[in-house]
């Protein structure tokens, strides 16, 4: 079995380094006592998104309280040689944590949420920070799992237009549509960040798409069937990922 792997926050968490005792975030304390049973002496692997796995022993177990020794630095070599931003429109219920856990998992680099003109979701300012804690929340256990030591940021949710406006950097930009004549293959092979615009359920209208085209994105198309909000990004990051990241290594 592995060694479990827990994302120290470097905002609120002590420092990760060589020799230094480090208490668990309180959920992950919970998470090694009462899921996986851990215990003093048990190795475990702190991260904080710095690139570097912190080699731990637990040294204090007690109650809701763990605290780990680091005693080795390691660092990881496993992100993809290309790099996405990821616009997803919000879409509703669970769809939008398993399209972030996943998307994490295939190696997105940034994460963008977008308010469409087709969203079910709306949000007010303050429950649009709160949706974007927990998104955060599902890309760091995502980086747990798949044994990512660097994690995506999720930006503060913004609509399509206003996003626009922020002339995000990107050489490639690339947008999803079932009507598109042009796919991933035909394209060149990206010199540097890809952008992916997917849109919510029952996708982007007309004029998203037309207002996407204004700022240089190219719409494409998966197959020849309509994917849901969920499938399509998944769908369109693992065939990047076969054409030009590290699926084929």
């Known amino acids: 079995m592995a060694n479990p792997r827990f994302y120290c926050n470097p905002e609120t968490s002590d420092k990760l380094a060589?020799?230094?005792?480090?208490?668990?975030?309180?959920?992950?304390?919970?998470?090694?006592?009462?899921?996986?049973?851990?215990?003093?002496?048990?190795?475990?692997?702190?991260?904080?998104?710095?690139?570097?796995?912190?080699?731990?022993?637990?040294?204090?177990?007690?109650?809701?309280?763990?605290?780990?020794?680091?005693?080795?630095?390691?660092?990881?070599?496993?992100?993809?040689?290309?790099?996405?931003?990821?616009?997803?429109?919000?879409?509703?219920?669970?769809?939008?944590?398993?399209?972030?856990?996943?998307?994490?998992?295939?190696?997105?680099?940034?994460?963008?949420?977008?308010?469409?003109?087709?969203?079910?979701?709306?949000?007010?300012?303050?429950?649009?920070?709160?949706?974007?804690?927990?998104?955060?929340?599902?890309?760091?256990?995502?980086?747990?799992?798949?044994?990512?030591?660097?994690?995506?940021?999720?930006?503060?949710?913004l609509s399509l237009s206003n996003w626009l406006a922020t002339k995000p950097e990107a050489q490639t930009k690339i947008t999803l549509s079932p009507t598109a004549e042009i796919t991933l293959k035909s394209l060149p092979l990206p010199a540097g960040t890809i952008c992916l615009l997917v849109g919510a359920e029952g996708g982007l209208t007309e004029d998203e798409i037309n207002l996407a085209a204004s700022q240089g994105f190219t719409p494409v198309k998966l197959g020849k069937r309509i994917l849901r909000t969920e499938t399509a990004p998944l769908a369109a990051i693992a065939t990047m990922q076969t054409l030009w990241g590290d699926f084929c290594e």
């Not at 996943?102 to 969203?119: D, F």
Request: aromatic share 4%; with cysteine.
């Open 18 to 157: 060589l020799g230094a005792s480090i208490k668990l975030p309180e959920n992950a304390a919970i998470h090694a006592i009462r899921a996986l049973r851990l215990n003093v002496g048990d190795q475990a692997i702190l991260f904080n998104g710095d690139g570097q796995d912190y080699v731990s022993e637990l040294t204090f177990v007690k109650k809701n309280e763990v605290v780990a020794k680091i005693t080795k630095l390691k660092s990881v070599n496993n992100e993809s040689p290309i790099r996405i931003l990821l616009a997803q429109a919000i879409s509703s219920g669970d769809r939008m944590d398993f399209t972030l856990q996943k998307a994490v998992e295939m190696g997105v680099t940034e994460i963008q949420p977008i308010a469409s003109q087709r969203s079910v979701v709306k949000l007010s300012s303050e429950r649009a920070e709160k949706r974007r804690e927990h998104w955060q929340n599902v890309v760091n256990s995502a980086c747990e799992q798949s044994g990512r030591a660097f994690v995506p940021k999720v930006a503060e949710p």
